[in-house]
């Protein structure tokens, strides 16, 4: 495997190699030529990914096709070749995460590929990309069809209100948002290059642009209860459910007005319990019988809740789901739109 030299910071301000300019000139001349063909509904994704982001990515240094990383557990580009379909849902993953050896546990950043006929600046698109990078601590992803790729910033929670506003301007204000065509301009193809190539990787390029980036903008709750910076998923997570966890027993004891402290811990805990359980069974599809969000239609979460908690029980017999004389009576108030 070739060795990759120290770079400093003229190196990286500097052009993309000739090599990688010239195999990916070679990939837009090709695209240009078809753009009509590759731009059409029946191009599908895998057909991009095999002609123009694989080679693409093999063109910034990555072993992509794996043909000298032939051990699994020491391949530097982790490639989702399918989707896993489960009662007819998919499971979804990254479709490639990127490592640096030696360390192949911690990716350093997502791709998240779509064809071309797909409209890339999306608020679904967006927040399914920052997800990927978000989950796995990593501060950038990249979203991409090959005819545009979008640089997302993961540093905070995604929301589906502000994921549109998430695509990374730098330091010096340069939106790293490309189209293809740009790609033949020798200085955005470095910024592209001296981000994500290997090389740069090999640098730590990319964890000092993104220490250098400024706050995110656009609405959204997290970006203003993150007021103080970054926090991990993890961090994030438990500071939201207190939230959620003091929100939830005010409405309990405003309600019911005779619970005793004791009582008011209990139930609010297990309440929480139970809709973290239902969220990891839907986001691991061992079930695909219910969505948490099916709770909130015809505006009657309480019930549907109840109901469904009594029938994952008869399932999975444990104490989240069994039947609670607080919880599971009749008499419990609970307010509609809190809960």
């Not at 489960?86 to 911690?106: C, L, M, S, W």
């Not at 071309?116 to 608020?123: D, F, H, N, Q, R």
């Not at 992803?141 to 502000?162: G, K, N, W």
């Not at 903008?217 to 970054?230: C, N, P, S, V």
Request: charge should be negative.
């Amino acid at each position: 495997m070739p060795s990759i030299p120290e770079a400093n910071s003229a190196a990286l301000s500097s052009a993309a190699p000739d090599s990688a300019a010239a195999r990916i000139r070679e990939l837009v001349e090709t695209f240009a030529a078809h753009e009509k063909t590759y731009k059409a509904t029946a191009y599908q994704e895998a057909e991009v990914r095999k002609d123009f982001i694989d080679p693409f990515f093999t063109a910034l240094g990555w072993y992509v096709l794996h043909q000298t990383q032939r051990n699994p557990h020491e391949q530097e580009v982790k490639v989702e070749r399918g989707q896993h379909q489960v009662g007819g849902t998919a499971q979804r993953k990254a479709d490639y995460a990127f490592y640096f050896q030696p360390n192949f546990r911690d990716p350093r950043f997502y791709v998240e590929a779509k064809k071309p006929s797909v409209e890339l600046a999306t608020a679904d698109s967006y927040f399914q990309t920052i997800r990927y990078g978000w989950n796995a601590n990593t501060p950038l992803a990249v979203l991409t069809d090959f005819e545009q790729f979008h640089v997302l910033d993961c540093r905070y929670s995604p929301d589906i209100d502000s994921a549109i506003h998430r695509a990374v301007v730098g330091p010096d204000g340069f939106h790293y948002t490309f189209h293809y065509r740009d790609y033949l301009d020798p200085e955005k193809l470095a910024r592209i290059y001296w981000l994500f190539s290997r090389e740069a990787l090999a640098t730590g390029a990319l964890a000092r642009f993104a220490e250098n980036l400024p706050k995110p903008k656009g609405r959204g709750r997290q970006l203003a209860f993150l007021k103080a910076g970054d926090q991990k998923p993890d961090e994030f997570f438990l500071a939201d459910l207190e939230r959620h966890r003091e929100a939830l027993a005010r409405s309990l004891k405003n309600e019911n007005s005779t619970l005793d402290g004791e009582a008011l811990t209990e139930i609010t805990q297990r309440i929480l319990d139970r809709l973290v359980f239902f969220r990891f069974l839907e986001d691991k599809l061992i079930e695909t019988r219910f969505r948490v969000a099916d709770l909130l239609a015809n505006d009657a979460p309480w019930p549907k809740f109840l109901a469904l908690s009594r029938t994952l029980d008869a399932t999975y017999n444990g104490v989240v789901f069994k039947e609670h004389p607080l919880i599971d009576s009749s008499h419990l108030v609970m307010d509609a739109e809190v809960f």
